[in-house]
């Protein structure tokens, strides 16, 4: 943990000038995370509690221990974070995480969002929940905790939220790889992009491994019940091979269950939980179709883009 | 009391050295695959009065002296993940376990925990330990500080490396708040005694290549009930009154209300039992699955006496 001085803050900077560096930039051209906090007037009502804490790599464990796994598999860089205290004595907490890339923080946002929360206007996209908010921008994400569902901690979080907002200057789209969702009756806010198997576990276990080394997957849920996975391994062959794998374990365990359908070219199985799981093969990409019946689970994956 | 025992300090006042035995005696009791010969009871204290939830639940077992006798030296071990709504284990009923092993007659109450000071401050926790003038142990990340416990039965650990400073203890009473977890979906009480075992150790319950071996998705899991093969604790007492049921274990995120807490000595019945209070099916919870294929509980809740009631 690095704790952030204010006090060195000008002998840094001076430094820096002298030695021809920008002392708002980081080591890869990005800026330091201490410069995207709001000072003092950027959010009216709203002061700086205490120091900032930063954490960068690893010691992300020290900070978040027992859940800083699913930030590295997205790609975690650094995280900040700083306490506020408002004068009627409300508080909030402000977390800025340093993804690896936009495509990463647009994921842990996609993760961290419960679905249910309301869309704001910050970053590239926000999500006001009960008493606290996400959103994202560029390669990061930013996250405001209050410790009550107050209007005045909630406006709290929405006036520090743009301050951090108004700080940031990389703009990212999300990766392509979500417009694979068909659009129509899609719940936009359940839309979780996903690197790895422990998102993907969280999001849709297939207890097994074996064939999902996938570089980049997508879930969303509809309107109808059903929901559609789409899993991009890169390559025509690599989905290919993936897909047997996938396939054999699905054959061989004990949670899932081939079952015939409508449609006999399209793999199905009957999955623990009583759903319905139809697969089908498009370029580099394997679609994963979940329905209550088979023909919802058949059609919601022949919808994939 | 607030201490932090750093590696010579610990060793200056002896308290790592010796004391193997008392620990292998009452804590370290793997009971794989023992036959249950009475079903497990699971108390459930229902109400927004946390402490009085605390003690029906607790109450709902029999005497607390069964799991707390006079004398006892007593270890608890809360949840102080940080101070995000759902994610720790209230203060208030820390302080209703801490007021019946007093009652009880412990001769000595603890918190024992390698997390930072700061935690136990942002949660309220310290402020209770202090108010109830009951010792909090806090120990660095040295592995000095921890002891190998062998676990001859293991699938996947067969070394635990406990905090060696539960060795002075006779009784380790769990403490867990229930949560989503972005691991392994759920987190309760079989989770929680990796608070005992060292970060390091931990550590290697996230296999490096996990993601391309099939063999290691599970591995974490595993690693959990092989933990728990090595530790037993005289209660287990789980905050189930506000809990985070997405983006845990740390939150923020949605929160759920059952205000329950939940008491027993069974770790399986109990988290089958926490499960499904937020729509989880037990034996879909591999942690849980395995543990009760190992023979450290019952996952059928058919099987298992379940006693609700509200505190008045």
């Not at chain 1, 249910?116 to 921008?137: H, I, T």
């Not at chain 1, 990061?140 to 005045?152: E, H, I, R």
């Not at chain 1, 979780?192 to 570089?215: E, M, S």
């Not at chain 2, 099916?281 to 298992?304: H, N, S, T, Y």
């Amino acid at each position: 943990m690095k704790r952030l001085r204010s006090s060195l803050v000008p002998a840094v900077l001076a430094c820096l000038v002298l030695g021809g560096a920008w002392a708002g930039q980081s080591g890869d051209g990005g800026p330091k995370l201490a410069s995207l906090l709001p000072g003092s007037g950027d959010a009216q009502g709203w002061s700086r509690d205490g120091e900032p804490q930063e954490y960068p790599g690893q010691e992300l464990y020290t900070y978040i221990d027992g859940g800083a796994e699913i930030y590295h598999e997205y790609g975690f860089r650094a995280v900040i974070v700083q306490d506020f205290e408002s004068a009627a004595g409300k508080s909030v907490s402000l977390e800025i995480f340093e993804m690896a890339d936009p495509g990463a923080a647009y994921g842990m946002f996609t993760f961290k969002r419960s679905g249910q929360g309301r869309s704001v206007p910050l970053g590239s996209a926000g999500a006001l929940e009960d008493y606290y908010l996400n959103f994202w921008k560029g390669r990061y994400v930013v996250t405001l905790t209050g410790f009550d569902d107050s209007a005045a901690t909630i406006a709290g979080l929405l006036a520090l939220g743009r301050a951090v907002d108004a700080k940031m200057g990389e703009t990212a789209e999300a990766p392509g790889l979500v417009a694979a969702l068909a659009g129509e009756g899609l719940k936009p806010g359940s839309v979780k992009y996903l690197r790895g198997l422990l998102g993907l576990n969280n999001v849709y276990p297939f207890y097994t491994a074996r064939g999902l080394a996938f570089t980049a997957a997508v879930k969303g849920d509809y309107e109808s019940g059903a929901s559609l996975i789409v899993l991009d391994y890169g390559s025509a062959q690599a989905r290919a091979s993936a897909w047997a794998d996938l396939n054999a374990a699905l054959e061989n365990a004990g949670r899932f269950k081939r079952t015939g359908g409508p449609d006999a070219g399209v793999p199905l199985f009957l999955d623990g939980q009583g759903r319905y799981a139809a697969f089908r093969e498009t370029g580099d990409r394997l679609a994963v179709g979940l329905g209550a019946n088979p023909s919802a689970a058949i059609a919601i994956a022949a919808q994939a883009r | 009391m607030t201490r932090t025992l750093g590696r010579r300090e610990f060793i200056k006042t002896g308290a790592g050295a010796g004391l193997t035995l008392a620990m292998a005696r009452t804590l370290a009791a793997g009971s794989a695959k023992k036959p249950l010969t009475k079903p497990s009871v699971v108390g459930v204290g229902i109400g927004e009065d946390y402490a009085k939830a605390t003690a029906k639940a607790i109450g709902l077992l029999g005497s607390f002296k069964t799991f707390v006798p006079k004398g006892s030296r007593v270890a608890l071990l809360p949840n102080v993940q940080s101070r995000h709504p759902g994610s720790f284990t209230k203060p208030e009923i820390l302080r209703a376990v801490i007021g019946l092993c007093k009652k009880a007659g412990a001769k000595e109450i603890s918190c024992l925990s390698w997390q930072p000071v700061k935690q136990f401050e942002d949660t309220g926790l310290k402020a209770v330990i202090e108010s109830e003038g009951i010792g909090l142990r806090l120990f660095e990340k040295d592995e000095s500080l921890f002891r190998a416990v062998p676990i001859p039965k293991g699938v996947a650990l067969k070394e635990a490396r406990l905090l060696a400073a539960l060795d002075e203890y006779d009784r380790l009473i769990n403490m867990p708040i229930t949560k989503d977890h972005a691991g392994n979906k759920f987190t309760g009480s079989l989770k929680n005694l990796m608070g005992l075992n060292s970060p390091a150790s931990n550590r290697t319950f996230h296999k490096p290549n996990w993601k391309t071996d099939p063999d290691d998705i599970a591995h974490l899991d595993q690693c959990i009930v092989d933990l728990n093969m090595a530790v037993k604790p005289a209660l287990n007492v789980v905050d189930a009154t506000e809990i985070l049921v997405s983006n845990g274990p740390f939150g923020p995120g949605q929160l759920m209300r059952p205000e329950k807490v939940v008491a027993g000595t069974d770790r399986v019945a109990i988290d089958a039992y926490c499960a499904g209070l937020w729509g989880l099916k037990p034996d879909e919870i591999v942690q849980i699955k395995r543990a009760a294929g190992q023979g450290l509980g019952e996952i059928d809740l058919l099987k298992v006496v379940v006693k609700e009631e509200y505190y008045y």
